[in-house]
């Protein structure tokens, strides 16, 4: 399975193979040139270009490339559509792109928006790492590590944004993103707790590079951090906090979450 990465550049939530809905995409904020503009394979959509990402719901077959030359894999969740997910370098990088098949939209894909830390406001979203492209998830023991994105409640978190503009960060289970043990060093992990009116509970979003966003607790400063770079792309990755250094396991995309996303209880 390829490796997941959510990008707000131009993300899609497709359809897979077998379930023809063109209603699967992620709602647009922004009504930007479609991506029907791509030349796909016979009874291919694009749903992103090349260097962006997007995600499918399902096991799907998805064709990278373009002007014919193509290359198939089936992927699940997020992931990125380039080279780095397909092991195949496009005869153009300016035409390249990715498509679903059995996808026949009814109208126009649209490029969502992309989102910037002032345009992140109270909602629901899916919170995924630049270094790895997986989503942050939230285990039973309340853990933070990452994981293939399959849209579960577990992979979905409410923000909201209070009136000094930090953000707390809770679950689904209405658990709050919290500093353990009020620890400020580098290092210091996260957990859950009930909400409470406590800075180890309040957020700060920060641009970073490319429209992805550092998240920075008003308590300690420091960033969330994926731990070693050298093993953080791997599931179960664990979920740090460290001094803002601009690594891009501290870089991160916020997905408003989708009515495509599973609401099963975990």
């Known amino acids: ?26 709602d647009s904020t922004s009504s930007s040139a479609p991506y029907a503009q791509h030349s796909s394979p016979k009874g291919y959509a694009a749903i ?6 997007c995600a499918v719901t399902k096991p799907s077959l998805v064709a990278f490339g373009s002007h014919g030359q193509y290359v198939y894999k089936i992927v699940t969740g997020a992931f990125l559509c380039s080279e780095r997910t397909f092991n195949r370098n496009p005869t153009s990088t300016e035409s390249a792109h990715c498509s679903v098949a059995g996808i ?43 994981t293939q994105f399959t849209g579960e409640q577990s992979q979905q978190f409410v923000l909201t944004k209070r009136d000094d503009g930090y953000f707390t960060i809770n679950t689904l289970r209405d ?35 490319t429209g992805h966003i550092a998240i920075t607790s008003r ?31 501290q870089q991160w995309q916020l997905l408003p979450a989708s009515k495509e996303a599973n609401t099963s209880e975990q």
Not at 221 to 249: E, H
């Open 175 to 209: 658990q709050a993103l919290e500093v353990k043990d009020w620890n400020t060093s580098d290092g210091a992990k996260v957990s859950t707790a009930e909400p409470v009116e406590s800075w180890s509970q309040q957020w700060s979003l920060s641009d970073a590079e």
């Open 1 to 26: 399975m390829a490796s997941a990465s959510l990008s707000f550049t131009c993300t899609a939530l497709a359809a897979s193979a077998d379930n023809q809905d063109p209603e699967a995409v992620l």
């Open 48 to 53: 992103c270009s090349y260097g962006e990402s």
């Open 104 to 146: 026949t939209p009814k109208k126009p894909l649209t490029t969502p928006k992309h989102l910037s830390a002032t345009d992140i406001d109270s909602g629901r979203y899916i919170i995924v790492s630049r270094h790895s492209g997986k989503a942050l998830t939230v285990d039973q023991n309340g853990r933070f590590l990452q």
């Open 219 to 249: 308590f300690s400063g420091k960033a969330l951090d994926l731990v070693a770079m050298n093993i953080s792309p791997r599931d179960n990755a664990p979920l740090r906090l460290w001094t803002y250094w601009g690594g891009k396991n």
